[in-house]
């Protein structure tokens, strides 16, 4: 079983639409969440980060975290063609120190 | 302006070379990462540094080196024992004692394509 598991796409959505992109993770001792945007022949890029299990908000962008389900969302409300990249979901296994595991990415398409 | 920089963008290497690639950052981040992404893959750990003048061996170290002389400075090598080593390759950084604590950041990003 993969440490960290994403649908890889592609996601469709129209413009204006809530886009929503899935992550399981296998190790149920993870501490902490992240989501990446990563445009095509670019770097990651950080757009959020999670702890706690409940919902985290920061602008469009939501993150959902329950880790009894070992299962971590990001939605996109409001999409936006510049939204169209590939979302990678990371997951660090340690509350102190590092040992980051990054799922292969979902890429989504936002079309206007 | 902080962050982190990473040269040169796009690198051809030769059979047999090695090559180094550079990582700089200014964010005063103690912690420093060097990953390799392939087309359809997640990233791949190839070392970390938590602290200078140590390092520990990612998931995928062999035919790689690294040195962590200075806080701001992590250079990777490709050795010629790196079978396929053609890959985008990616620095990171991450802080401590902060809201963000392990949190990665990442450089731009090196090309490497074997010849």
């Known amino acids: 079983q993969k440490e960290v598991e994403q649908n890889s796409g592609p996601l469709s959505v129209p413009e204006g639409a809530i886009a929503s992109l899935n992550c399981t993770y296998s190790?149920?001792?993870?501490?902490?969440f992240f989501w990446y945007r990563q445009y095509s022949g670019k770097s990651p890029e950080l757009i959020m980060f999670?702890?706690?299990?409940g919902d985290k908000e920061d602008g469009r962008f939501t993150a959902q975290l329950n880790k009894a389900s070992q299962y971590v969302s990001l939605l996109i409300r409001d999409s936006q063609p510049s939204d169209s990249a590939t979302y990678l979901c990371?997951?660090?296994?340690?509350?102190?120190?590092?040992?980051?595991?990054f799922g292969a990415g979902t890429r989504l398409t936002v079309k206007p | 302006d902080g962050g982190i920089t990473q040269s040169p963008k796009y690198l051809f290497r030769k059979e047999g070379q090695n090559v180094t690639l550079s990582c700089e950052q200014n964010?005063?981040?103690?912690?420093m990462y060097w990953y390799r992404q392939d087309p359809g893959q997640g990233l791949r750990l190839i070392y970390y540094?938590?602290?200078?003048?140590?390092?520990q061996k990612g998931d995928i170290a062999e035919g790689y080196s690294v040195s962590r002389e200075k806080k701001e400075s992590f250079p990777l090598t490709v050795t010629s024992a790196q079978k396929n080593p053609t890959a985008f390759y990616l620095c990171?950084?991450?802080?401590?004692?902060?809201?963000?604590?392990?949190?990665?950041?990442f450089g731009p990003g090196t090309r490497l394509t074997v010849l």
């Open positions: 990171a950084s991450s802080p401590t004692g902060t809201e963000d604590t392990d949190t990665q950041y």
């Open positions: 190790d149920r001792g993870s501490q902490s």
């Open positions: 999670i702890y706690s299990n």
């Open positions: 990371a997951v660090n296994m340690f509350q102190f120190g590092n040992d980051m595991r």
């Open positions: 964010l005063n981040h103690d912690a």
């Open positions: 540094s938590q602290i200078v003048n140590d390092f």
